[in-house]
């Protein structure tokens, strides 16, 4: 245990004790950070340091340290059930926290503190079971203290020791429960025994929201505290020549305005006399390389590097010679625009910097980059940077940056100041100055058999690498190959089934910051993929669905998707006049997906009705939570599919806020059916698989009712009588 580990040992005890009397669980679990290598540090703390999740107080409640952020995906129930259920807790005694930023919550995958990739409740799965497991048999072991009798004689029920007609509450054997020594092997539960695993359980994190007790970043408030917003160069590289401050710091209750690495911060009691005071700052840009990016010369460059050869991802066989086989050849080029992320809480970041320490607040899911990059910035220790980690108002990968941008930035201000300050961000600061889903052209031929298979394929990809630059970089980027870029085209299943085939990837470096993405690659490519596979099934005259199953009765899982969305979905049955159905299959983050969509055409422009989607994930721990997480992943990309798209002119960002970058809107919500595949199979994610789907699911079913194949987003139909049928 080094130094660092030692110190928040010692803090995470002394707080358990100031709680009062009650047991704080510690334990090791060997092997808890395999990709150790890729952070030394951290992965070594993880792999041999104790670690703690939960507290057992007098009061008989049961505090679970969730290390995941919750960002609405519903981990802090998910994670607590993980617990209750191997310490066979009161579940309505049941509260959670965020962790700490420490190591000893690194994740077990990655090695650092973090949320993203829809790998919460995989990941952690053994580890709460494990720590509620150990707690539980503290609990017994006290337990049969107290009653005289032998720890096999010893049961538990609802937060109850039982021995005979002798019955003990946890919160009375916790103090002495603390006092024993940590088993070190537990037995887990067997499945057939779960109790809370597997049922549809309610939110803990719903009370909180809807009383307004949660607290997520914005909310943040103490005495002393000011509030900073930052001007920003308006081009991305840009930098500042010169500023005049004379204007702002005359604004009533500006107090100070200060340079910073990314612009110049306006200072002041509130954040309408900061907002004020940034504009009426004078500054004189350096615009940098950037100032002249478009994004429709930008596609064109794009179009340019697909017809010279990329870098391979995918083949097999002979592509070329496939071709020469053919009884009939598709060739279609799909498009998709750079994102923002726009969450509904705009970023915002706390920072209290004194002799001691540095105190952060802030919605993340990268605490211990956060961490990291906060100690150089103040030249702290790690171990000195506090981190407390609030409600996210949605995140979709925004608030996990390999740079630390908004927190860092944060930092740079307060330490500027020399004062607490809270550094918000507009939201048209981040639509115009944050970081993006980058913007994809991709090119396809595929050679189709007599019967209307595909024989012969050949794709290729333009696009920014969200990995290249980053410390992600050298685990992630492979013989030149950024693995999200491909995801979903280069595995494919379609592909895999074809004798001849090649993927080849160009990643152009533009100078537009590029940021994973809800559902990161799968979000654009399985438009392409599966708007392609319709696009085949029609060239050959066969049935959507029944060609899929075809081309996908070698992968069970997808098959089973797919064929219970169907059902589901009355595919094949007569529909209402003036509505199209359409389907789309796809595997992302270990989940299997189908999702029927049923649209219409009004005044021109695209409705949709109904989504039907099935989810094969594995177990599913709440089967609640996986069903809303498919609710939201079919809005989050909807929004997509049909409004959502930036664009540049001069380098400048021309979208700015909800008017002109149009998420979906609560009027637009179709009616979502979200069925689970019943499965034993390894578990996957369900935060951003349900994304990927709806967007060809929608193209798929505008296709079928007007004729008109789309294949940019957002979605748009041609002015023609079809369009408006």
């Not at 088993?183 to 695993?197: E, F, G, N, R, T």
């Not at 050679?447 to 990809?461: F, K, S």
């Not at 410390?471 to 595995?491: H, L, Q, R, W, Y």
């Not at 799968?522 to 050959?540: G, I, P, Q």
């Amino acid at each position: 245990m080094n130094a660092a580990m030692q110190a928040s040992r010692r803090r995470f005890l002394k707080a358990g004790a100031a709680a009062g009397a009650g047991l704080v669980v510690a334990f090791v679990i060997p092997g808890a950070s395999r990709f150790a290598m890729a952070q030394p540090e951290a992965g070594a703390v993880a792999a041999f340091a104790p670690n703690a999740f939960l507290r057992v107080g007098s009061d008989d409640s049961v505090t679970v340290l969730v290390a995941h952020s919750e960002m609405g995906q519903g981990i802090w129930t998910g994670l607590a059930m993980l617990i209750a259920e191997d310490l066979d807790a009161d579940w309505s005694k049941v509260k959670v926290e965020h962790a700490p930023a420490t190591p000893v919550y690194a994740h077990t995958a990655f090695g650092m503190q973090m949320t993203g990739g829809s790998t919460s409740t995989w990941s952690e799965f053994d580890r709460y079971r494990q720590a509620g497991a150990t707690a539980r048999a503290l609990l017994v072991a006290a337990a049969a203290q107290r009653f005289g009798v032998p720890v096999d004689q010893v049961r538990t029920e609802n937060g109850v020791a039982i021995a005979g007609d002798q019955r003990a509450r946890y919160g009375e054997l916790a103090q002495a429960a603390s006092q024993l020594p940590v088993p070190a092997q537990v037995a887990l539960k067997d499945a057939k025994d779960w109790k809370i695993i597997g049922h549809p359980t309610k939110r803990l994190d719903t009370p909180e929201k809807i009383t307004g007790r949660a607290q997520f970043g914005m909310d943040v408030q103490f005495d002393g505290l000011l509030t900073a917003l930052v001007a920003r160069a308006p081009v991305f590289g840009g930098t500042v020549k010169s500023f005049d401050a004379t204007a702002a710091k005359a604004v009533p209750g500006v107090r100070n305005v200060v340079q910073v690495p990314s612009g110049v911060a306006v200072v002041a009691d509130h954040f309408w006399a900061a907002k004020l005071g940034r504009d009426a700052l004078r500054i004189d840009w350096d615009l940098g390389p950037n100032a002249a990016l478009d994004s429709t010369a930008m596609r064109e460059q794009f179009r340019a590097l697909a017809a010279s050869a990329g870098t391979v991802a995918s083949t097999a066989g002979d592509a070329k010679g496939g071709f020469a086989k053919a009884a009939k050849t598709l060739e279609a080029e799909y498009n998709v625009p750079y994102l923002a992320h726009a969450p509904m809480e705009p970023l915002n970041c706390t920072v209290k910097i004194d002799a001691d320490g540095c105190e952060i607040w802030t919605g993340t899911q990268f605490q211990t980059i956060d961490q990291q990059v906060a100690a150089k910035i103040t030249g702290l220790k790690p171990e000195q940077v506090q981190i407390h980690t609030t409600f996210l108002g949605g995140g979709f990968g925004r608030r996990a940056t390999p740079t630390s941008d908004f927190v860092s930035e944060a930092v740079q201000v307060a330490k500027a100041a020399g004062a607490p300050v809270k550094t918000v961000w507009t939201r048209e600061d981040d639509v115009r100055g944050g970081y993006y889903r980058p913007m994809y052209l991709q090119q396809a031929r595929i050679g189709l058999d007599a019967q209307g298979m595909p024989i012969a394929w050949h794709h290729v990809l333009v696009g920014q690498s969200i990995l290249a630059g980053t410390p992600f970089e050298a685990m992630m980027v492979k013989n030149g190959i950024d693995a999200t870029s491909v995801e979903g085209v280069a595995d494919s299943p379609y592909l895999k089934d074809i004798a001849d085939h090649r993927v080849e990837l160009h990643s152009p470096r533009t100078g537009i910051p590029v940021l994973w993405w809800r559902s990161v690659g799968h979000s654009y490519n399985a438009f392409v993929m599966e708007s392609l596979v319709d696009e085949l099934a029609h060239a050959a005259g066969k049935d959507p669905v029944e060609y899929r199953r075809a081309l996908l009765k070698n992968h069970p899982r997808h098959l089973a998707a797919l064929n219970l969305a169907a059902e589901k979905a009355g595919w094949g049955t007569p529909l209402p006049e003036g509505r199209g159905r359409g389907v789309a299959v796809h595997e992302s983050f270990g989940s299997y997906l189908a999702q029927v969509a049923e649209v219409s055409v009004e005044n021109g422009a695209i409705r949709v009705h109904r989504v039907v989607c099935a989810i094969d994930c594995g177990l599913a721990v709440n089967p609640e939570g996986v069903r809303a997480q498919m609710e939201s992943g079919i809005a989050f990309g909807l929004g997509a599919a049909l409004h959502s798209a930036l664009t540049l002119k001069d380098g400048h960002v021309q979208e700015s806020n909800y008017h002109d970058y149009q998420v979906l809107r609560l009027s637009e919500m179709p009616k979502i059916e979200a069925h689970i595949v019943a499965s034993s199979e390894k578990m996957g994610g369900a935060g951003e698989p349900g994304t990927a789907p709806i967007a060809p699911a929608v193209a798929n079913a505008v296709f079928a009712l007007t004729g008109q194949r789309l294949r940019e987003l957002p979605l748009r139909l041609a002015a023609t009588p079809a369009a408006t049928a």
